[in-house]
């Protein structure tokens, strides 16, 4: 079933993205045509365009985090919450796939933005400079620090997945305490957000001088002694994981408790 919910999100949430990323795509395309013509009478038309793609490079990320709040929100708490909740699945599958569909559309929107910004930027051949000054890099690492690099970098795509799901699951669990509310549920969800995030990061504070981690020996000048405090960066990193899970849980568990438990939709 859940499957079957993540097709429904991505068809309900497509028709407003997808437009979005070609109308974002399509003005980075046209403004660096126009400005490849380099004619003085272009300059117009040129700021004209990049003005617009500015917009939509805006509204973008505005939509992304409209939509994120707004599907959750109608589907889960308002009127349509009638209708889902009757549904043959659990509370749970539900506040996963909201934040799969949410965390998908926000990473696609990142690489979108970032491919609009080649297409300006970029002249001939850079791109294959790029690359070829990329791959020598990436071999030099490689004979540096060995496999520590794969580690690190599976390590720092985990947590960077973790944190933005965390921040996410941070709002659903604010709206869900909102709804609580009889009145003003919306100001109770912003007040729910702020009460919630000071919370998370007084417990960060103390929870993060719990392990007898050792402390850095000073800002690494080199690589070598980067690579001597490897394992020191390690045990951090890890550390910083558990407690990205920690909050997702937290946050999870709350919002989970009350569609399961306290909902009411009057």
Known sequence: MLSKLLKYEIKATGRVFLPLFLA???????????????????????????????????AMFVMTFVTMIQRFYRNLLADEG???????????????????????????SGIVAFISILILALERGDLRDIVASVAPFLRRVLDQFGNWTYLFSLEMLIGSFLTLASGILLIYASMAIGHLFRKHRMLASFGAFIGLNTLSQILFGILIKIPKIAPFA??????????????????????????????????????QYILSKRLNLE
């Open 218 to 255: 000073g800002m690494p000048m080199n690589a070598d002694e980067f690579q001597a405090q490897l394992p020191i960066i390690q045990e951090y990193v890890i550390y910083g994981i558990a407690l990205s899970v920690l909050f997702c849980t937290i946050y999870f568990a709350v919002t």
């Open 24 to 58: 974002l795509l399509a003005f980075a395309g046209i403004t660096r045509l126009i400005a490849l013509i380099g004619q003085q009478q272009w300059d117009t038309p040129v700021a004209i365009s990049l003005l617009i793609y500015g917009f939509i490079m805006v």
């Open 82 to 108: 009638y209708l889902m909740h009757t549904l043959p699945v659990k509370p749970w599958q539900h506040i996963v796939a909201k934040l799969l569909i949410s965390m998908f559309w926000i990473v696609v």
